[in-house]
């Protein structure tokens, strides 16, 4: 079973526009990441944000992390035709036996 | 620095045969995981590796298997192949020394069809 859930599903963007892509899960963690998957390939590690944190900036990116509501969500400003890919959200976590949990992605797609 | 690699790239087998993947880990990454993504899904944790023991397993049937070797290469088995495992199977390395996950660096994946 998957712990986290992305939402939307797809997403489709003009080039220069912002895109923001949900994640939910269901128990505790200690950490949670973002990844991105260009077109069915290995995934990129984009962000971790620890269960302490709030917020985390890397260049374009913004992650916000609210325990208390068990979801974060990942910003991208000033999308590219580069950002078109698949975003997965992972926990980690005891009740998950300390091991990744991937959820569903999110499809972006940014128009040029 | 060379990055996790992953052979082969592709693979075509029928059912019943049985499949062994392959994953270099970066230089100095002594922790292996493995995981299947199916079509339109995220990826399922199947093995961490550390040290050459299992240190964690995921809901997957004993047709999986897998072991590290001295050098911290990994290989999965898959036997008796089933039309269901057709998926891109992935590998990712990590420094971690323990079951807390931390950043992990992902090959490109071997992509098995079952025919």
């Known amino acids: 079973s998957q712990q986290g859930e992305e939402d939307p599903q797809a997403l489709s963007i003009q080039e220069g526009e912002n895109a923001t892509m949900n994640c939910s899960y269901k128990?505790?963690?200690?950490?949670l990441q973002w990844y991105r998957q260009n077109s069915g390939r290995g995934l990129v590690h984009l962000i971790l944000?620890?269960?302490?944190?709030r917020e985390k900036h890397s260049g374009r990116l913004r992650v916000t992390l609210d325990t208390s509501k068990k979801s974060s969500s990942l910003l991208i400003t000033a999308s590219r035709a580069a950002d078109t890919a698949s975003y997965f959200c992972?926990?980690?976590?005891?009740?998950?036996?300390?091991?990744?949990?991937f959820g569903g992605g999110t499809r972006v797609l940014v128009k040029p | 620095d060379a990055g996790v690699t992953q052979s082969p790239t592709h693979l075509i087998k029928t059912r019943g045969q049985q499949v062994t993947l392959r994953c270099s880990p970066i230089?100095?990454?002594?922790?292996v995981s493995w995981y299947q993504q199916v079509l339109g899904q995220g990826p399922q944790f199947i093995f961490q590796?550390?040290?050459?023991?299992?240190?964690g397993r995921g809901n997957f049937p004993d047709r999986f298997s897998a072991r590290q070797f001295p050098n911290y290469s990994s290989e999965l088995n898959v036997n008796a192949l089933l039309l269901g495992d057709s998926a891109l199977y992935l590998c990712?390395?990590?420094?971690?020394?323990?079951?807390?996950?931390?950043?992990?660096?992902f090959g490109p994946g071997t992509r098995l069809t079952v025919l």
């Open positions: 992972a926990t980690d976590g005891r009740a998950a036996g300390n091991k990744l949990t």
């Open positions: 128990t505790s963690i200690n950490n």
């Open positions: 590796y550390y040290e050459k023991e299992e240190r």
């Open positions: 990712a390395s990590s420094l971690v020394p323990s079951l807390l996950t931390d950043t992990q660096y």
């Open positions: 944000i620890r269960s302490n944190e």
């Open positions: 230089s100095g990454h002594k922790s």
